[in-house]
C-alpha cells in the first residue's frame, strides 16, 4: 500500500498504481492519447505530464508508478499551457477535415481539442499527403490522420501478436504502415480490426458499406433480410446512452425493421445450429477417432486467417462447421427462399455483426456460397448500423420490442453465450453431453470457462468420462495451447485438450473489432453480464432444445452432418 496526495487528496493505493489510475479513484481525469488500459504504457504523446506539488519534477502519469509521500499536482496553469503546446503541435499535420471524418463525434483528439478550446495556431500547418490504403476488405489504414499514438502497433503486437503493424521511417517522416511497407491485405494482417477499437482518432476505421445496404434497401427488385449477432445486443444501446450490457434485442428488431429489411434473423438460431452440427463433429470424433483430436473452433474469421497463415500443419483440427453467420446466410437463400417463395437471387443478406473480420469472412469463396450465389451479401459493425439508424432518424430509445423472424429467429440460452470468450465451448458441452448420455444437465453452467483468464482450462467430467477442454481469447493467448497440442504430437502423445475454442479478440465478440468505442475490461464485464443474462431468461438453454432447430431438421437438413449439412453448412480451410 503506498499513500500519497493528489491535488491536496490523500489516498492509499496498491503498489505499483500508476499516478494516471490514482488520479481517477480521487475523480481526477487526466487526458491521454496514447495510454490505453489494455495496453503496456510506453508514454509517447506527453499530454498526460503532471508535477509534483513544490518541485521543478515532472511525471508522465500514464507511467509513472506512485511512491510513498508522492504529492501530485496534475492541472494548473502551467501544466495546461504545456498540455496544449503539445496538442498544437499534433494538430499542426494533422487535416482538419472533421466534418468527413469517420470519427468525428467520437474522436479523442477532437474531444480534447474541444476542451482546451484550440481555436487557432501558432504553427504553420504542414500535412504530409500520405495516401490512404483500401487493400483490406475490413480496415482502411489512413495514415494521414495518425497522431503516432502508436496503440495500433502494441494491439497488434501484444495483444494479437501478429505484428502486421509497425512504425516505419525516422524523425519527422515516422508513420505507421503495415510491416516492410506492402498494402494491408498483403501483410499478415487478420482482420481483427482491434486496431481500429483502439485508435483515438479516424487513422483506422472499419470499412464502410453502409451504401450498399441503402441501395438494396432502396431497390424494389430487392428482398432485404438480415441477421444480428450474439454481442451486437449487449453493446449497441451505449450508442444510444444506455449502459454497456444493456440487453436490447427487442428494439434492435424493431430498428431493423424500420430501415426497411423485410425479414430479422438472429445468427443466435444458427449459432445453436453450430453447436448441433460442431458437437455432433465433436462427439463422432472422441467416440470412434480419439487420435484425430483436438477439435478446434473455428467460427471466428480472424482466427481461421490467423491459423491457416500461421499453424497450417493444424488444419486438419479445424471444425469443419461453419460459423453461425455463415450458416445464416446460406440457410436464408435455400430453406427460407424455398419455404417462402422468393428466388434466393433476389435475398439481399445483411449480417450485423460486432467484428470487422466477418466483412472478410463473407469473401471467402471455398465456403460462401452455397446457395448459387454469394449466400451473405454485405456485413457491417455495430458502429456502422448505429450510424444507419441515427441517419434513418430512428428514436432506438423509445421502440416497441420486436419479435425475430420465424423459421431463422428462434434461440436458447447456448446460441446468446456464443458472443463472450467460453462460450462456444459451453454450449457445445450442454449439448455434447446430451448426445454422449442421452440425458440432460442438471446444471448448465460451465464456470470454468467463462472470465477474463487469457486461457482458461478444464477436465469435465461427463458421467465418469473426462473431457478436456481449453479456452483462449486475444491470440496472443493462443500459442501457448497450441504449442502443447504440437509438443504432445512430436512426442507421440495423446493431445493434452480434446476440444479447443478460440476467439481472436479479448473478452470474446463482445469486444470485437467492430463495437462501439471504449472497450475495457471493465466494459467487456458488463457486456459479458448482459450475455449471461439473456441465457438465464432463456425458456430453454441448450441448442438441441430449439424447437425451430428440430424443426430445421426434419424439414430440410435430415439431421446433423447429413449430406445438405455438409454441403451448407460445412468447409474447407486453405493452407
Ligand atoms: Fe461472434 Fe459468432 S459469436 S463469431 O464472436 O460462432 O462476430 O457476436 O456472430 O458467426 O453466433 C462475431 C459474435 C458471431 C458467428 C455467432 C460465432
Ligand atoms: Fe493487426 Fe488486427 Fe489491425 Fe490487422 S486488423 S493490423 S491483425 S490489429
Ligand atoms: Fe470477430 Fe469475434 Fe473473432 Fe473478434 S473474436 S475477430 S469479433 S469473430
Not at 511525471?59 to 498540455?83: K, L
Not at 445464416?328 to 470487422?356: D, Q
Amino acid at each position: 500500500q503506498v499513500n500519497l496526495k493528489i491535488n491536496g487528496n490523500p489516498l492509499t493505493v496498491e503498489q505499483g498504481t500508476t499516478i494516471l489510475v490514482a488520479a481517477k479513484k480521487v475523480g481526477v481525469r487526466i487526458p491521454t492519447l496514447c495510454y490505453h488500459p489494455d495496453l503496456t504504457a510506453w508514454a509517447a504523446c506527453g499530454i498526460c505530464i503532471v508535477k509534483a506539488e513544490n518541485s521543478p519534477k515532472t511525471f508522465r502519469a500514464c507511467a509513472t508508478p506512485v511512491e510513498e509521500g508522492m504529492s501530485i499536482i496534475t492541472h494548473d496553469p502551467e501544466i495546461v499551457e504545456i498540455r496544449r503546446t503539445v496538442l498544437e503541435l499534433i494538430l499542426s499535420n494533422h487535416p482538419n477535415d472533421c466534418l468527413q471524418c469517420p470519427r468525428s463525434g467520437n474522436c479523442e483528439l477532437q474531444t480534447i481539442a474541444a476542451e482546451f478550446g484550440l481555436r487557432e495556431s501558432p504553427y504553420q500547418k504542414v500535412l504530409r499527403g500520405l495516401p490512404a490504403d483500401h487493400s483490406s476488405p475490413s480496415v482502411v489504414l489512413n495514415p494521414e490522420k495518425c497522431i503516432l499514438c502508436g496503440r495500433c502497433v502494441h494491439v497488434c503486437q501484444e495483444m494479437q501478436n501478429v505484428w502486421a503493424l509497425e512504425f516505419i521511417g525516422r524523425g519527422h517522416k515516422v508513420r505507421i504502415a503495415p510491416a516492410a511497407d506492402v498494402s494491408l491485405n498483403d501483410s499478415p494482417c487478420i482482420k481483427c480490426g482491434q486496431c481500429s477499437a483502439h485508435c483515438p482518432v479516424g487513422a483506422i476505421y472499419e470499412n464502410d458499406e453502409t451504401g450498399k445496404v441503402w441501395a438494396a434497401l432502396g431497390d424494389k427488385e430487392k428482398y432485404p433480410v438480415v441477421q444480428i449477432a450474439p454481442a451486437v445486443r449487449v453493446a449497441v444501446g451505449e450508442a444510444f446512452g444506455y449502459k454497456s450490457g444493456e440487453l436490447l434485442t427487442g428494439k434492435l428488431y424493431s430498428a431493423l425493421r424500420r430501415l426497411g429489411f423485410r425479414a430479422v434473423f438472429d445468427t443466435n438460431f444458427t449459432a445453436d445450429l453450430t453447436i448441433m452440427e460442431e458437437g455432433s463433429e465433436f462427439v463422432k470424433l472422441f467416440k470412434d477417432e480419439p487420435d484425430k483430436l483436438p477439435l478446434v473452433t473455428s467460427c471466428c474469421p480472424a482466427w481461421v486467417d490467423y491459423l491457416e497463415k500461421y499453424y497450417p500443419d493444424l488444419i486438419p483440427h479445424f471444425s469443419t462447421a461453419k460459423s453461425p453467420q455463415a450458416m445464416l446466410g446460406a440457410l436464408a437463400k435455400t430453406y427460407y427462399a424455398e419455404k417462402n417463395k422468393i428466388a434466393p437471387k433476389n435475398i439481399f443478406m445483411v449480417s450485423i455483426m460486432p467484428c470487422t473480420a466477418k466483412k472478410y469472412e463473407i469473401s471467402r469463396s471455398t465456403e460462401m456460397c452455397a446457395s448459387g450465389q454469394q449466400d451473405i451479401n454485405v456485413s457491417l459493425t455495430t458502429r456502422e448500423l448505429v450510424r444507419m439508424i441515427k441517419a434513418a432518424g430512428i428514436d432506438f430509445n423509445n421502440l416497441p420490442d420486436d419479435k425475430a423472424d420465424s423459421i431463422l429467429g428462434e434461440y436458447t440460452g447456448a446460441g446468446t453465450i456464443f458472443g463472450v470468450t467460453g462460450g462456444v465451448l459451453e454450449a457445445a458441452l450442454r449439448t455434447g453431453y446430451h448426445l454422449l448420455t442421452g440425458e440432460e444437465l442438471d446444471n448448465v453452467e460451465f464456470q470454468d470457462v467463462r472470465g477474463l483468464g487469457g486461457v482458461k482450462e478444464a477436465a469435465v467430467n461427463i458421467k465418469g468420462t473426462t473431457v478436456n477442454v481449453a479456452v483462449a481469447h486475444g491470440v496472443a493467448n493462443v500459442q501457448q495451447v497450441l504449442d502443447k497440442v504440437k509438443a504432445a504430437k512430436v512426442a507421440g502423445q495423446p493431445s493434452p485438450y480434446h476440444f479447443i475454442e478460440v476467439m481472436a479478440c479479448r473478452g470474446g465478440c463482445v469486444s470485437g473489432g467492430g463495437q462501439p468505442y471504449g472497450a475495457t475490461d471493465e466494459v467487456r464485464r458488463l457486456r459479458t453480464a448482459g450475455i449471461y443474462q439473456d441465457d438465464r431468461l432463456a425458456a430453454k438453454r441448450c441448442s438441441h432444445q430449439n424447437p425451430e432447430i428440430q424443426k430445421l431438421y426434419k424439414d430440410f437438413l435430415n439431421q446433423p452432418l447429413s449430406e445438405k449439412s455438409h454441403h451448407l453448412l460445412h468447409t474447407k480451410y486453405q493452407a
